[in-house]
């Protein structure tokens, strides 16, 4: 063979668990039969005996190798010049031999020579660089990455990607191998400059694939029950109300509703919590706070000091911690509220934004089964090009719509109005009818940045009778595959709680 018949392809390594039950000539065959079906390119094998068998059943390129436990020498691959004849006999067209600098039988220019005497291709293993400038130096045809973080030390994970950048400065034939684990990896080991990649482990090692299966199964069956079994201090912290519960497995076992004492600062909401739920100190193991505002790597800042004046960067996780004595998180209360309806609410899989129109607007947004944090979702602040006013949290919301019934000349909450407008009173139709608007429209330019699988609608005004019809019906024009798909909240005010609950429990 021609190096050029194994370029830009794959090798698959066929090694069997030595002495297991795939350590058979009749599977080590099937085991390459079906990797060059599949598309591989070429096969490496272990034994004289196995790559005669292969041979006589394939007509792809073959590296061969021998292994040997020496006890005179660490040099595992290929140790002796009779190896590799032997591999070129049993019709090996390249064969491969250690090529680290260790004590060991035979130089690498011996094999070398022998190999090139034998009309085949010498691969040299190589654990570093210099390895690879001595191979080839000695005439080797081919340097590969095989014994990276084999030669002593605790073996690693990854697959050693910088030693094949580096090794493709030296030539272009540098085969990576080892512990390449998946197609992300054997791509990588591509943009690194391979010239062909070699997988064995994760295509032939059935004990080894199962075994990384079984303890990922057993690790997150663990976290899952574990986490099932833990119960969580989650406390809302919103502009007028503080909700504090005991959440366990996504459901609240106790609770309590205290009064936000707006002016007195979160130093004196914590120690007011903190007394409040003093009783249940031996029945949580973590503490989650759901807020309003922006939360930044657990620090707390207002972003609309009307709902709650909170200081600068408040460190509420670190505070929290201290006071009660266990960790604790904290997310905005719209965002945790998000994950607590994608997990365990109107979520039916899938990417998710959560919309909440209460007071004020909040949102939040779950990307493949994770909650955005920081400033993700916070649709009450979009402004419109030209006005200094949000459409959404200045002309949308509960606060406005009550604002716009008194310049209507009526006094009335958010609540009242959609009374009225359910009536048929044409001015509380008229506001409820823009807010609708807004709202609709809101979830259809999130459509378009974010192409969810659902918005699901939650606050207080969604509890409105035909709030969330009506939106609908703004958007009943628009194309289906543009229009978002509306659903209606299921956790009610709760939503943050569970969320963050659910979140504090992830913390380890
Ligand atoms: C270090 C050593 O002895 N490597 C051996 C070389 O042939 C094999 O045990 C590996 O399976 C082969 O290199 C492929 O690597 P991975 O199985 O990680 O894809």
Redo the contacts with the bound molecule.
């Keep these: 063979m021609q190096r050029e018949d194994i370029r830009n392809g794959l090798i698959v ?1 066929c ?1 069997p668990v030595p002495a297991g039950p795939m350590d058979k000539a009749e599977f080590v065959t099937g085991f390459a039969k079906a990797a060059l079906d599949a598309g591989a390119r070429a096969l ?1 094998i ?1 034994s004289v005996a196995y790559v005669g068998a292969v041979r006589s059943a394939v007509a792809a390129p073959i590296i061969g ?1 021998v ?1 040997r436990d020496l006890s005179d020498s660490p040099v ?2 290929t140790p002796y010049v009779s190896d590799a004849e032997a591999l070129a006999d049993a019709g090996a067209d390249v064969v ?1 031999f250690d090529a680290t600098d260790r004590m060991r039988p035979a130089g690498v220019e011996d094999l070398v020579r022998a190999v090139k005497a034998k009309g085949k291709l010498a691969m040299a ?1 190589c654990s570093s660089l210099k390895d690879a400038e001595r191979a080839l130096a000695a005439g080797a045809d081919f340097v ?1 990455t ?2 990276s ?2 030669v002593g030390g605790p073996e690693p994970v990854d ?1 050693d990607i910088d030693l094949i950048a580096a090794m493709r400065k030296l030539t272009p034939y540098v085969i990576a ?5 998946s197609p992300e990896q054997a791509a990588a080991a591509v943009r690194a400059g391979a010239y062909a990649v ?8 059935t004990e ?1 694939v199962t075994s990384w299966f079984h303890e990922a199964l057993a690790k997150a069956y663990g976290k899952a029950e574990e986490r099932a079994a833990e119960t969580v201090l989650a406390i809302d912290i919103g502009g007028t109300k503080t909700m504090a519960a005991l959440v366990k497995g996504g459901a609240i076992i106790d609770e309590i509703l205290v009064p936000t004492a707006r002016a007195a600062g979160p130093d004196s909401w914590l120690a007011a919590i903190a007394d409040k739920t003093g009783h249940w100190r031996d029945r949580y193991v973590r503490v989650g706070f759901a807020v309003t505002g922006l939360v930044q790597d657990g620090r707390w800042s207002a972003l609309n000091p009307a709902t709650l004046g909170i200081p600068d960067d408040y460190p509420l996780a670190e505070r929290a911690t201290r006071l009660f004595g266990k960790p604790a998180i904290a997310m905005n209360d719209a965002q945790a509220a998000a994950w607590g309806e994608s997990k365990f609410g109107a979520g039916s899989g899938g990417n998710l934004v959560f919309l909440t129109i209460s007071t004020g607007i909040g949102g939040g947004i779950v990307i493949d089964g994770r909650p955005l944090s920081g400033l993700a979702g916070h649709f009450g602040l979009i402004r419109g090009p030209s006005q200094g006013r949000s459409p959404l949290e200045d002309e949308t919301s509960g606060r406005w719509i009550a604002a716009e019934a008194l310049k209507a000349g009526h006094e009335a909450n958010a609540a009242e109005v959609f009374e009225k407008a359910r009536q048929g009173e044409p001015w509380a139709r008229a506001i409820v009818s823009q807010s609708t608007l807004r709202a609709a429209t809101l979830c259809r330019d999130i459509q378009l940045m974010l192409d969810p699988d659902q918005i699901v609608i939650g606050g207080g005004i969604e509890l409105a009778a035909g709030y969330i019809d009506e939106m609908r019906d703004h958007l009943k024009d628009i194309a289906p595959r543009l229009a978002p798909h509306l659903l209606a909240a299921k956790l009610g005010s709760r939503a943050g709680i569970i969320g963050v609950a659910d979140l504090a429990g992830e913390g380890g």
């Design positions: 390594s090694q490496r272990e190798i292994k595992r691959i491969a293993d590969g095989t014994l973080g084999y697959p191998e080892g512990r390449i684990r070699v997988v064995g482990s994760a295509i032939t090692r080894h």
